[in-house]
């Protein structure tokens, strides 16, 4: 795996080539459910130093890139070598910190951590932080401070030998070689072993031959069972959030005091208090919306895919300390970046056949969909833990451990038709003076917002009727399918089509009509459907479900 930092456009938005293909693409191999993904063949690109503020100054934290297929060896300036172009939003934020905390209150900061840290030490403030950031450095200072006590006197290094020593430090000598407060720069990862950084995916790692500044991973709980379990267990600073059918999320957080003390906005609900008090806190901010796309504006929020924070910081590090990796690994419990909720844990199958009656507790409106991914249950050690739903005959089923490494629909990436994880088109604004920038790509390639469902986006001429779509989809628009040559499946296959227009062909959520739609009915009258219409039998001629 050859990682290098990818350039920036040039002057004048000058064209550069990707620096990174990968023909497969190592997933957590040193795992016992680790592979390696085969015929990945996707181009990537790894570091690109951009900012959330515009050329112009302006606060932009969804900026668009161009990605262009050009004529190979030919000038990728000439736009007549351009055979292919699409914009896609990289998003990127810089409100993720730990001031809120870790910071005084005089600088901005609850003061909750100072205080607990100031009955021990003295704590950093900004006029005694350096810049540019000083609230920032301060409070990442607060941290260390804090770290050093609590932790200090467990602290190890490598010796000359490679062999691991106690390197304790006494956090009441400000001048102590051994404690982090001395130490900065500070990597989280040196010790707190995290997949995002992991990118060769080889898991925990030492390296001894770096000596007391080299890695110490396979020794201490990963960087998410660090943040998530430990601040989980503060459930005053981050409330819990309620099940996905319950009135609660729907009430504002202020008439509710003795569950969401913190709260002061009187107009904001229980749902957007918890994710402010909690994910949105770092991420990766409570301005920049991580979750911003369908499943967002359909109720979800990311507790309902990914549990609360210590169902996910309830990870397979927790023995570490005391048994190093490999040997020491809990693998009943999640492996961050691993084991995350799949579409099929909500999207469990069709109108006929689906798990709803298995989960009524958070069955969607729809009595299709789900609306959390997730089992809550409690692990053998009696800790909390998220059993992910799993529906693999599906017809929405990934054929991969994750949705981003998925394909579908003629080996394109499922990511490809339906947008990224947390951004799954559309993403609202869809119309009016603007739209989001994550759905820029949609309307270029198909016209409208929403899941890329236009066949011609892809296929010249009429593909006739066929069940060979995304999903045993059929063709949709204006086509020979939708004019009529239908008839003849309906009558040899009826359940084909009950399954996703219902049982007696009354519609349902599988069947809306993804753009404005004009049918033609048996007596040759026009009938127009609106976007986000479901379509039933009725509605063009008697219905023989």
């Known amino acids: 795996l050859a990682v290098e930092q990818q350039a920036m456009p040039g002057p004048n938005n000058q064209p550069r080539y990707f620096t990174r293909f990968d023909a497969s693409l190592p997933f957590f191999v040193d795992f016992p459910f680790g592979y390696r993904v085969a015929e990945a063949n996707w181009f990537a690109a790894d570091g690109i130093p951009i900012l959330p503020t515009d050329d112009a100054g302006n606060e932009n934290a969804y900026p668009l890139m161009r990605v262009q297929a050009v004529t190979k060896g030919a000038d990728p300036s000439d736009?007549?070598?351009?055979?292919?172009?699409?914009?896609?939003?990289?998003?990127?934020?810089?409100?993720?910190?730990?001031?809120?905390?870790?910071?005084?209150?005089?600088?901005?900061?609850?003061?909750?951590?100072?205080?607990?840290?100031?009955?021990?030490?003295?704590?950093?403030?900004?006029?005694?932080?350096?810049?540019?950031?000083?609230?920032?450095?301060?409070?990442?200072?607060?941290?260390?401070?804090?770290?050093?006590?609590?932790?200090?006197?467990?602290?190890?290094?490598?010796?000359?030998?490679?062999?691991?020593?106690?390197?304790?430090?006494?956090?009441?000598?400000?001048?102590?070689?051994?404690?982090?407060?001395?130490?900065?720069?500070?990597?989280?990862?040196?010790?707190?072993?995290?997949?995002?950084?992991?990118?060769?995916?080889?898991?925990?790692?030492?390296?001894?031959?770096?000596?007391?500044?080299?890695?110490?991973?396979?020794?201490?709980?990963?960087?998410?069972?660090?943040?998530?379990?430990?601040?989980?267990?503060?459930?005053?600073?981050?409330?819990?959030?309620?099940?996905?059918?319950?009135?609660?999320?729907?009430?504002?957080?202020?008439?509710?005091?003795d569950l969401y003390p913190n709260a002061t906005d009187p107009g904001q609900t229980v749902t957007e208090h918890v994710l402010e008090e909690t994910c949105y806190q770092c991420h990766p901010g409570k301005r920049t919306q991580c979750l911003r796309g369908a499943m967002f504006s359909g109720g979800m929020v990311c507790q309902d895919c990914h549990g609360d924070m210590e169902q996910v910081g309830n990870d397979f590090t927790g023995n570490l300390a005391q048994v190093p990796f490999p040997a020491g690994a809990d693998l009943s419990k999640r492996v961050p970046w691993a084991n995350e909720a799949k579409c099929q844990s909500c999207h469990t199958g069709d109108v006929l056949d689906n798990a709803s009656g298995s989960h009524p507790e958070v069955v969607a409106g729809d009595g299709?969909?789900?609306?959390?991914?997730?089992?809550?249950?409690?692990?053998?050690?009696?800790?909390?833990?998220?059993?992910?739903?799993?529906?693999?005959?599906?017809?929405?089923?990934?054929?991969?451990?994750?949705?981003?490494?998925?394909?579908?629909?003629?080996?394109?990436?499922?990511?490809?038709?339906?947008?990224?994880?947390?951004?799954?088109?559309?993403?609202?604004?869809e119309d009016g003076p603007f739209v989001a920038n994550d759905n820029v790509a949609a309307l270029q390639i198909q016209g409208h917002t929403g899941t890329i469902t236009e066949c011609s986006t892809c296929h010249e001429g009429d593909l006739g009727n066929t069940l060979e779509g995304p999903h045993g989809m059929h063709p949709v628009g204006d086509t020979s399918f939708a004019r009529g040559g239908h008839e003849e499946l309906a009558e040899d296959d009826p359940n084909a089509c009950r399954a996703c227009h219902g049982r007696r062909g009354e519609g349902s959520v599988l069947a809306t009509t993804a753009d404005q739609r004009v049918l033609e009915t048996d007596d040759h009258a026009n009938v127009t459907l609106e976007k986000g219409t479901p379509v039933r039998c009725d509605t063009c001629h008697e219905n023989e479900l």
């Open 368 to 429: 299709i969909r789900l609306m959390q991914a997730y089992v809550g249950a409690t692990h053998a050690d009696g800790s909390k833990i998220a059993n992910v739903i799993d529906a693999p005959d599906s017809r929405f089923a990934e054929n991969q451990s994750l949705y981003r490494l998925s394909t579908g629909h003629g080996g394109l990436k499922c990511e490809s038709c339906h947008g990224s994880t947390h951004a799954i088109w559309p993403v609202s604004p």
């Open 79 to 257: 736009p007549q070598n351009v055979l292919a172009s699409v914009d896609v939003v990289l998003p990127v934020a810089s409100e993720a910190d730990c001031q809120n905390c870790h910071a005084t209150l005089p600088d901005g900061g609850n003061g909750v951590a100072v205080e607990f840290a100031s009955k021990e030490f003295d704590y950093v403030t900004t006029a005694q932080a350096p810049g540019p950031e000083p609230l920032q450095n301060a409070a990442k200072m607060n941290i260390l401070l804090l770290h050093d006590a609590k932790h200090g006197e467990f602290y190890e290094a490598w010796d000359a030998k490679g062999e691991l020593v106690s390197a304790a430090c006494d956090y009441q000598d400000a001048h102590d070689p051994n404690c982090l407060i001395n130490q900065t720069p500070i990597q989280c990862s040196q010790c707190h072993y995290t997949p995002a950084l992991d990118l060769a995916q080889a898991g925990p790692v030492d390296e001894p031959q770096q000596g007391p500044r080299g890695r110490q991973q396979r020794h201490h709980i990963s960087q998410s069972r660090a943040m998530h379990g430990h601040h989980g267990g503060f459930a005053a600073l981050f409330p819990p959030m309620p099940g996905p059918n319950d009135g609660l999320r729907d009430a504002l957080a202020v008439e509710h005091p």
